[in-house]
């Protein structure tokens, strides 16, 4: 169960309303009515709670699993214990979502503006917002309807956030045109100079970075991720997509939308990224490259080159992945031949 | 000396004190009642001056070096000059640590609640807290005796933090449960939703993240370092372990006691590491791994397998330390030989 | 154009003072006195516009570009459409650094203490300075002339800093000393504790540290950038060195003048650098190293090894870079091969 000292849950739901809830259907012939009160990790659950399984390393957990009623691949289904309800679906991450939502519907925070925010006389909130203690917002800047702006947030002058979103605490944005329905998580640093300089032996000299940071709707940025405004042109991050935290996103970059970006990946200036690009933990890419539209980087790839969309790249340098795994196999036996001769 | 401007020290200590302090014994007959006055380094130390060797690279600074008195592994002795006491000890670095705490001993803070800082009405603040500039601590929030919470702090609703713990400037802490002793430095960020989405081609599904952060007693965590929430377990950080600046923890992961893990690592979801896992800079470890006790992890490996207790791996991807080596001299070998062939 | 909500354009120019002020000659028989109201990347540029072309990748868009001027290479300007008048120089980028900057002088900004900033009793402000909202000057901070200190950031008991300096939003200094003319961006952390434990199995025990960070002038750093103040030595970022964001430096490291260091790379402790140093994105290096004056680094290098003055190394480890490249395209033909031969 979650922690009452920071959750607090709702339902209880039917079977029925779950399978509802979640897309998912139930199998075999068990009781609609039967209510559940929670949703669980598998090897945490009881009989009150939902729980899924989405991930064959945990098969073991699933087949132990005390869980009431699960969501669960039709094909894993005959793995589970005698007592479990199964609610059988394709995509049980995805209907778990769903389910634990309901559970744990947003909590609509009341309209506030904390007497120690500081808000600019320009400055022109919408409707239901809440600003938290310490919360600095500049001259003109704008902002929807029903924000959460955390405590000690730094929205510079001009910065427009649209409606229901929500800045952690501590983050700073300037030079930004946020659209509606983002989270920014805490830390996070978004519009400030892009790293240009025309570099010189005398010393480098800094080149005014004038363009904006253009967040669209639906985005998540993760807790401390940096996000460069643009030198002339912006930055742009597509609609509906998800970045980790620790990410750096350099001046004039433009990510297309549902582009996954994970956490402590780089992306080097002025690269174009196609949509529902994937780019794995720790990647690096270099500037000026276009990334096709679905392309899956791996972990802690190094992409030198332009990819093209749908492709799978993975290394440092980052080659197709069948090539990549063939070159560390290859290695790995000549290493392997070389010890043998007692070299 | 250290900057009287930011430090100041206690002393001086007698030859015999240090031997004491330290638990190193003092090599050959030597005034014990000599006095040192500060901590130095070999090679801006003068006579009295406490330094140490711990390093082979610094023998020759060690062999040149004004220090009246060292600390010393009784192997490496024989170079020091000829002016200088001896304090002979199994572990230099160990010793000297004991040395400067002596030196420079922390400094109890005055308890104090600035005004400007806004502490929630249902909070809890333990005796002798100092609550800095601009801090904001949530409702139902509690801090133990003794705390030390940085300026523009935000701790969210709920939160728990044990005694004698210290919050950098500007750190952000919410659904977290903090033992005793913490240290945490500036700009850190514990407790933010995990990256937790049902991907898909319509748009990413937004995953509740419904457990907490653990933090366990005398855990440091290093600047601007970030640390996910559980999805419904949680995340812990064992007791003793010291995690350096820009590291990103993801949800579910469990780091036992004493673990170690440098700058800019990342461990993916659900990853559980043992006891004293040593973990190097920029390393990436992929989610739902076993990573045994005491195992060692170089910098900048990518691990995608299971790391045996005890194991030292490197590499990306990670293999046994002695193989990854073979490898790189078996392909600068090939590498080497075509170029002979004049290819 | 620049996004007036966040940027005032000035000018006009004509072309005869671009090329004065960027150091450019004319070429043909133009009009000197045509005049341009603003810059624009070369897609985006009309006929009042200057624009540059300083990277062979966007040649074709030079081609096709409806800029009415540009600073080009004379090697490239046979490309150029024929009514776009050009701007010839050897250092493009250079070139339209100062025209950037003519057009979009930085503004003064106004001298102003917040009244919600918290400033130390003790503390000196240089006069001109602002102070943004929730600032926190600790005591006997020093602060030079015309300095712009941004929202909530927090200065630590004893900082100096020089005249001319930009500390964005939410950024936390201690224990360092900052030049002249010295920009840090939001969320930077500089001066905390470095990573000095003396490691054990009973536990690891935290090392004092001493030291300080010393920021030389016309230094800039990047968002959520981590500099640890050094052990007992001092952590120094030389003069003019550029740093981006996410990058950690640790303690008792030593840039020389002119260094860059791009996004997320990394250098372990006491290593020593020399004047105009350059590593690449994601680079490691290790502890206690010697990187030789204008080295260079490539992106994601892991570096073990001192490197010479001059040298450019590549990969992890980090070899000279021919052979870094002659190791990859071995490894694949290798592949090839194996792939060749049915295996």
Request: net charge negative; glycine share 14%; with cysteine.
């Amino acid at each position: 169960m979650a922690d009452p000292r920071f959750y607090s849950v709702t339902g209880p739901f039917t079977l029925e309303a779950l399978a509802e809830i979640s897309g998912a259907r139930v199998a075999g012939e068990v009781n609609l009515d039967a209510t559940f009160t929670d949703v669980a990790s598998l090897n945490t659950a009881g009989p009150a709670d939902v729980s899924f399984l989405d991930n064959k390393h945990y098969i073991d957990d699933f087949a132990k699993s005390k869980a009431g009623a699960c969501l669960v691949h039709p094909d894993l289904a005959a793995k589970a214990p005698p007592s479990m309800a199964l609610l059988l679906t394709e995509n049980p991450y995805h209907a778990y979502a769903w389910v634990a939502r309901s559970f744990y519907s947003a909590v609509a925070v009341a309209a506030f503006v904390a007497p120690s925010a500081v808000v600019g006389e320009t400055a022109i909130l919408g409707a239901g917002c809440r600003i938290e203690a310490g919360a600095v917002i500049g001259e003109r800047t704008e902002i929807g309807r029903r924000c959460h702006i955390g405590a000690n947030v730094v929205l510079g002058d001009g910065v427009v956030v649209g409606d229901d979103c929500e800045i952690g605490a501590n983050a700073s944005l300037m030079y930004c045109i946020v659209g509606r329905g983002v989270i920014m998580h805490a830390g996070v640093c978004i519009g400030q100079d892009g790293f240009g300089f025309a570099l010189g032996p005398q010393g480098h000299l800094k080149v005014p970075q004038l363009g904006r940071v253009i967040v669209e709707d639906d985005v998540e940025i993760g807790a401390n991720t940096t996000i460069d405004r643009g030198t002339g042109p912006d930055t742009v991050i597509g609609a509906g997509s998800k970045i980790d935290n620790l990410v750096q996103i350099a001046h004039n970059v433009q990510l297309g939308r549902g582009c996954i970006v994970v956490a402590q990946g780089g992306i080097a200036g002025s690269t174009i990224a196609g949509d529902f690009v994937m780019i794995g933990g720790q990647v690096g890419v270099a500037g000026h490259l276009r990334i096709g539209a679905g392309a899956r980087i791996g972990g802690q790839s190094g992409v030198m080159r332009d990819v093209e969309a749908g492709a799978t790249v993975i290394g440092s340098p980052a080659v197709p992945a069948t090539e990549h795994w063939r070159q560390v196999a290859t290695l790995a036996n000549l290493s392997q031949k070389g010890r043998m001769k007692g070299k």
